[in-house]
């Protein structure tokens, strides 16, 4: 499902840039619709949905003081489908002769065949040829009553001078994230989506100012979330290129455009960055990662993602940066980043996580004790075999290791082993563990 076409805004209101919004605004409630427009910015970030909805706002058939079109006459409708024949997209890229244009100039006089308005959108217009430029120029300069052109190219720097100063400039912005976000929550919302916001963060980060790039990373079910992005940074960290390169495969192969992915990680470790800093409210990733590291990994990112656009293999600098990076330096110690002492003054941190996705393992874990690191396993001490066999399901142990791997900031594997030496505090946690698990009452 293709979500930015499905939700692309068809209204001025629906528009995400503020500028953009009050612009059109103010134009089309001119006494006089200026006959051409041009739309400069960067890709996404909405300029052909405004030329629509342009389109359809000189020609609704609604009377009304408003300057939106209604959506429901025939007009609107018809603009709305793509099947109105006085509305005509034409992208310069593929069309952008002289002879195009010369096509364009000798039916432009003809009367629109259901329309107020022949409404004319010229994409990319800064790829028309010199010769192109001069005969769309005469037509600009003396446009028919009934004749709006629309202009609309990332590159304006290209145009003629005495082209743009014929048109109605608006400049499409790159969007803000909080622009971005509220296109996002739009389609979740309209698509019942479960996204949480830092997910939505992360995308509106990643996007670069593009609408539709953000919209469409909600089209991938598997997609960047927080904890496959940190699952890949921790690889990372650990030099673990194999890892990580097969980790960048599968995602090149669902669809994720390199620079998305560069986008977001960057992002997540400017996030990661501030919070070490202690900018912003605490997360738990950030608890462990080392600054220089973060910076070190950042700077690399950053060049490759600006390597992408003249590489003949989009994928090939993400690639290189990572396989660079993994042979830049060691590997980080085998006891984990976080080391016997980090574990323990985290161990609360687990258990607290572990606990609204399942009581009575919280419960359990709480009377359990974690001691150190050996071959690149926690050791969590356990003083009751039936508490060990239960821990050791596969469905308790995954979700013990997802929560500390996220909470470490590294992937973590957990042993338990049984021990008969019993504290008292250890004694009482234990009775606690079975009257909240079995629901029984343990007098002394």
């Known amino acids: 499902m293709n979500y ?14 503020t500028f953009v919004r009050e ?34 706002a000189v020609n609704c058939d609604t009377k009304k003081d408003s300057p939106e079109p209604c959506n429901h006459c025939d007009n609107c409708r018809a603009i709305t489908k793509g099947t109105a024949m006085d509305v005509l997209e034409i992208d310069a890229a593929s069309n952008r002769g002289i002879d195009d244009i010369r096509e364009l100039k000798d039916k432009i006089n003809l009367a629109p065949t259901n329309l107020k308005y022949k409404v004319y959108i010229i994409d990319e217009v ?21 004749a709006i052109f629309i202009l609309a190219t990332t590159e304006p720097e290209k145009l003629p001078e005495t082209v743009v100063s014929r048109c109605l400039v608006i400049k499409f912005a790159k969007a803000l994230p909080a622009e971005l976000i509220r296109s996002l929550k739009r ?87 501030l919070l070490r800093l202690g900018a912003g409210e605490a997360e738990d990733i950030a608890a462990l990662i080392d600054p ?7 700077r690399r990112l950053i060049a490759a993602a600006g390597e992408i656009k003249d590489s003949a293999i989009e994928v090939l600098p993400l690639e290189l940066a990572v396989a660079d990076w993994c042979q830049s330096g ?27 996705l399942n009581h009575s393992l919280e419960a359990l874990l709480r009377a359990t004790e974690p001691v150190g690191v050996e071959n ?8 009751y075999q039936f508490h060990k066999d239960r821990l050791e399901e596969e469905r308790y142990r995954a979700m013990i290791e997802q929560v500390a791997s996220k909470i470490l900031a590294a992937p ?20 606690k563990t079975a009257e909240e698990v079995f629901g029984i009452e343990v007098n002394d």
């Open 4 to 17: 930015y076409l499905k939700y692309r805004p068809q209204t001025i209101a629906e528009l995400d840039l």
């Open 23 to 56: 612009a059109l605004t103010k134009a089309l409630q001119a006494k006089s619709v200026p006959h051409a427009w041009l739309f400069c910015g960067p890709k996404g970030t909405g300029k052909t949905s405004s030329a629509r909805i342009i389109a359809k």
């Open 126 to 146: 800064h790829m028309l040829t010199k010769e192109a430029f001069n005969a769309l120029l005469k037509t600009l300069e003396e446009p028919p009553a009934h």
């Open 187 to 273: 389609v979740v919302k309209a698509e019942k989506l479960t996204v949480k916001d830092e997910a939505l963060q992360l995308i509106a980060g990643a996007a670069d100012g593009s609408f539709r790039d953000a919209v469409k990373a909600l089209e991938y079910p598997s997609g960047l979330s927080v904890i496959k992005l940190d699952d890949w940074l921790a690889w990372l960290y650990q030099r673990r290129a194999k890892a990580a390169l097969d980790w960048l495969q599968s995602a090149w192969n669902e669809g994720r455009r390199p620079k998305s992915i560069l986008l977001a990680a960057i992002e997540r470790l400017r996030r990661i960055l």
């Open 292 to 298: 220089a590291i973060i910076k070190d990994l950042a």
């Open 330 to 356: 060691p590997p980080p110690s085998a006891k984990t980043p976080a080391g016997k002492t980090g574990i323990l003054s985290k161990w609360p941190q687990i258990l607290e996580a572990v606990k609204p």
């Open 376 to 383: 690149g396993f926690l050791l969590v001490r356990v003083y």
């Open 412 to 431: 973590v594997k957990i042993k338990f082993f049984l021990s008969a030496k019993l504290t008292p505090s250890h004694d009482a946690d234990i009775i």
